[in-house]
């Protein structure tokens, strides 16, 4: 019988220490959120039942944001994800 997921030991692998130049970018973990906002994508599972626009007006409500949109087929039944 194989362990569940979470029962596995995992180890990170890193190839190479490195320091991130400020001049380029930062630390993910360290990163203002107004940035992943406006850079970001939010990968969301529609659930059925409202439309895609009304998804995305929620969105722009919770985050506070001027722009937001979505891009292809977005129907639960089509099993597709919310961009």
Do not use: F
């Amino acid at each position: 019988m194989r362990p569940v997921p979470w029962e596995v030991k995992r180890e990170l692998l890193i190839k190479a220490e490195e320091e991130t130049n400020p001049d380029y970018g930062c630390i993910p973990e360290k990163r203002p959120i107004r940035d992943y906002i406006k850079y970001g994508v939010i990968n969301l599972d529609k659930p059925a039942g409202p439309s895609s626009h009304e998804v995305v007006a929620w969105v722009k409500r919770i985050l506070n944001l001027q722009r937001a949109g979505h891009s292809g087929t977005l129907e639960a039944s089509a099993g597709e994800i919310q961009l």
